[in-house]
């Protein structure tokens, strides 16, 4: 099992950043994927982006070209660097990481709001 604790989230005009990050303990961390899930208000949890463990990302459509996802192997860390944000970014972001099960593991989450 792996613990996951998200930071960096808050509240940010449309159009300005933010950077996400995600402290993990587990001795798989740099063996697996992990990866940043958002949940919006009355809406389901979606994918935002994921990283193998070889540094390779994936986004999805709705972030590509504006969301940046990164790791570091020995600090154990992944972050979301958010640019250009709007208003539809608003929701609570989730860090996650792929097990034997696929998503097994998953932090608290961190409140972003983007206010037009």
């Known amino acids: 099992q792996v613990q996951l604790e998200e930071s960096g989230g808050g509240l940010v005009q449309a159009g300005g950043s933010l950077r996400l990050s995600c402290a993990a303990s587990?001795?798989?961390?740099?063996?697996?994927?992990m990866g940043w899930f958002r949940q919006a208000p009355g809406k389901e949890r979606e994918f935002v982006a994921s990283?193998?463990?070889?540094?390779?990302?994936d986004y999805s459509d709705a972030v590509r070209g504006r969301f940046t996802i990164s790791r570091d192997n020995v600090e154990h860390t992944i972050t979301l660097q958010m640019n250009s944000l709007k208003p539809e970014d608003t929701a609570v972001y989730y860090c996650?990481?792929?097990?034997?099960?696929?998503?097994?593991?998953w932090g608290q989450g961190t409140q972003v709001t983007v206010s037009s």
């Open positions: 996650a990481h792929q097990g034997t099960k696929g998503w097994d593991d």
């Open positions: 587990g001795r798989t961390f740099s063996y697996s994927a």
């Open positions: 990283i193998f463990w070889n540094g390779m990302p």
